[in-house]
């Protein structure tokens, strides 16, 4: 028997940070919102990510949060700057029971089918679990980072012994105590996971596909009264969030690291250093992702502490970035060098020594055959589009979104697809997404998409879209922005290069802060870019 449809003004899917308050934001607007989610309760990626050593690496805490509400500022005590992804947890789990949330979402369901039908100007919804249901308004909170990345090495599925994925680990616990592990990938999560398995592993040999920059942390507990002056002071601190490009609580340098003597830099190098976090690179230079000359001042510094820390000058070599720093995702590390001074950890770089096979018991390279007992896959996701393409929405005239990105990842302000009407994003490409705070991101596309659908609403509109020029200009404004830097010539997640036959270009709107810009003028200016339908009447 057919189910029953449900019909409602908004259809969310993903109940993470972003689908979390698009729920409160739109109900608050007095819209009937439904919220599915395959995880079986809210965060996101915070619910999936529980590998060893999670943690926030990004602007810190109490500042990764929303800002919507004083009374969580004032309520929720925030333990440590890099909060562990426990404490990420409970504080959305905290969010959830503080404004009922979980009445209105349905988990451990999977958005199967998911269809414009364009006679009705409504999304139709079909679900794992036989529920089904129509809105007018799509909103894929799906997340940048949460399609996993699995790679496909020849006998790689023979493997007899545990495997997990950074981004997709138990929920109980893993042993690693007397078991010789391989860990694949050194991103943020192999940076931070490889120095809590390698405590208590027998052996873990390290797979480095490249070598990495990484930062430090700087992780500390947070005292009483740093929580109350941020508290006494949080409207100046989320005026200077919005007012950065990164939506970090920073002030903008106007210094050149080409205009300071070597002396300055490595003094300056050296006080950030020690400090940890952002602050890295908050607080330098402003030319460091436009210059070349200016990038090689902080690699080199980064380069000649690698070699300070790590003992062994062979292992050190190995260690060695080739790339622009800050161009690929910065990484921030709590022990990670020291890790390879430890008598059970061996590393392997790819590039030379190849992985040729796996067999039930061992990674075989090409140099030698490495004994396993235990796989750990820290080898990222199919980034900013790949949650989006795993959806794969069907829009107008019975395209698929698939076929409609197949070159590029054509859309309008990172949140609309022409062909899609109706269709909101959030963190994806086109929109600062995982370079920008995303707490405060989402809060801010958010509040945007809501005002687009009171537009709707008070003019009796049907269906929103963005026109084919106004996608033709977006992508070539934001490409123009990334093109003045650095960060297109690296090889990154960024660009799309870690995912075979995807379309290599960065795919990130640089610059926050004249993003948000850019979405007020476009609403200012009534929405220029978009074409409006007005509301069918049923007959």
Known sequence: MTSKIEDHDVVVIGAGVSGMYALHHLRGMGLSVRVYD??????????????????????????????????????????????????????????????????????????????????????MVETSTGKRASAQFLICAVGALSTANIPDFPGIHDFAGETYHTGRWPHEPVSFAGKRVAVIGTGSSGVQSIPEIAKHAAHVTVLQRTAQFAFPAGNRAITPDEMKEARASWEAIKARMLANPGGFPADLHTRSALAASPEERDTLYEKLWQIGSFKFFTDSYNDIVVSEEANQTMADFVRRKIRAIVKDPATADKLMPDHFVMTKRPIFENGYWETFNRDNVTLVDLRDDPIERFTPTSVCTRTREHPIDMLVLATGFDAISGSMLRLDPTGRGGVRLKERWKDRFHNYLGLTIGGFPNLFMIHGPGSPGVLYNMPLGAERQLNWVGDVIRHLRDRDLGAIEPTADSEVAWDNEASAIANATLFPRTDSWWTGANIEGKPRYFSVYLFGSLYYQRLSDVARKGYAGFVFEPARRAD
């Open 38 to 123: 395959g995880a079986s309760d809210v965060g996101g990626t915070w619910w999936y990510n529980r590998y060893p050593g999670a943690r926030v690496d990004g602007p810190g805490s109490p500042f990764y949060c929303y800002t919507f509400s004083d009374e969580l500022m004032k309520e929720w005590d925030w333990e440590e700057t890099q909060s562990e992804q426990s404490a990420v947890l409970a504080y959305l789990e905290h969010v959830a029971d503080r404004f009922d949330l979980r009445r209105d979402i349905e988990f451990e369901t999977w958005v199967e089918d998911v269809r414009y039908d364009e006679s009705a100007q409504r999304w």
